[in-house]
């Protein structure tokens, strides 16, 4: 139990510290606007997590008593999904991207919204919880509801942590980013090898 739960949060984080449209987000709105706006920023994409968490811990559950074959089948679905991100990564451009143009000034409430019905309504993280987290299912006896209640909370504190901790260093952060150039191809093979090493986890 409390193997696979780590495994789960070290996974979150790798994926967390990745480069992706998110914490790119709060990484421009805390260079531009400063830390207190990232953090808003942060704590709107969070709170959309439980909305994603709801929906995937109910839909699923009920899916795993009506049965197996079909809940084999969500995982199989899961397991490709990865392979496809991770292909989907290969081909993406390794260099991160900083654009400081045109960044709107928001109060934090507004960033925080934003930040919430950018992760709501995004299908894509959908997709992604249904792919990521059935296979992580860490106990025979627990309800699987409480079960995806409890990995959808250690997301949300892993993503937690680390994008606040991208707001608050962002001018570190960016720094670094600038000096190193290879930063984006370490993180972009990191990002593949995570995503084929979870893919194969959940078939096995």
């Known amino acids: 139990m409390i193997e696979t ?5 070290f996974a979150t984080s790798i994926l967390a510290i990745s480069p992706g449209p998110d914490n790119i987000f709060v990484l ?9 706006f990232g953090l808003a920023t942060v704590f709107g994409l969070i709170s959309g997590c439980l909305v994603h968490t709801t929906l ?21 679905f899961g397991s490709f999904y990865l392979i496809y991100l991770a292909f989907k990564v290969y081909k993406s451009d390794a260099s991160i991207i900083l654009s400081e ?32 987290f059935p296979g992580f299912l860490f106990s025979g006896s627990i309800s699987t509801v409480l079960q995806f209640y409890v990995l959808g ?22 720094a670094k980013i600038k000096e190193n150039k290879n930063i984006g191809l370490y993180l972009k093979w990191t990002q593949i090898i995570i995503f084929v090493l979870i893919a194969v986890f959940i078939l096995i």
């Open 5 to 9: 739960l780590l495994s789960f949060a």
């Open 28 to 36: 421009t709105q805390s260079i531009v606007n400063g830390k207190k």
């Open 56 to 76: 995937l811990a109910f839909g699923v559950s009920a899916i795993i008593k009506e049965s197996e074959n079909l809940f084999f089948a969500i995982k199989l």
């Open 101 to 132: 143009d045109n960044v709107v000034k928001r109060t934090t409430l507004q960033l925080f919204k934003q930040g919430f019905i950018m992760n709501v309504l995004n299908p894509k993280v959908s997709i992604f919880f249904l792919a990521f």
């Open 153 to 174: 909370l250690l997301f949300m504190l892993v993503s937690l942590i680390i994008f606040s901790g991208i707001a608050i260093l962002a001018g570190v952060i960016s």
